[in-house]
Nanobody, 120 residues
Framework: QVQLVESGGGLVQTAGSLRLSCVASGRTVNTAVMGWFRQAPGKDREPVAVISWTGDTSYSDSVKGRFTISRHNMESTVYLQMNSLKPEDTAVYYC??????????????WGQGTQVTVSS
């Protein structure tokens, strides 16, 4: 079994920055593809970014150039650095793991989510 615990969400003003963290535990975590997804109120969950254990990445068009996904394999942690935040980035952000390296892949495991709110 895999457990994913997110942290780092909060309230930030437009154009501000936040860094989300996700600590993973369980079998094969360090070699699994991991990613971040988000769900805004009244909308479907959507992918944000994914990263392989070797550091290959893929981003959704809506966050390219503003968000950066990274990971520290020895610490079993994946990060999402979010810059130039916009009100439309407001959502619950979920860490996920064990999926194909494809922005539209379906993960096997999910975290509980962390709220990010961007005020205008």
């Amino acid at each position: 079994q895999v457990q994913l615990v997110e942290s780092g969400g909060g309230l930030v003003q437009t154009a501000g920055s936040l860094r989300l963290s996700c600590v993973a535990s369980g079998r094969t975590v360090n070699t699994a593809v991991m990613g971040w997804f988000r769900q805004a109120p009244g909308k479907d969950r959507e992918p944000v970014a994914v990263i392989s254990w070797t550091g290959d990445t893929s981003y959704s068009d809506s966050v390219k150039g503003r968000f950066t996904i990274s990971r520290h394999n020895m610490e079993s942690t994946v990060y999402l650095q979010m810059n130039s935040l916009k009100p439309e980035d407001t959502a619950v952000y979920y860490c996920a793991s064990h999926m194909d390296l494809n922005i539209n892949a379906s993960p096997k495991y999910w975290g509980q989510g962390t709220q990010v709110t961007v005020s205008s």
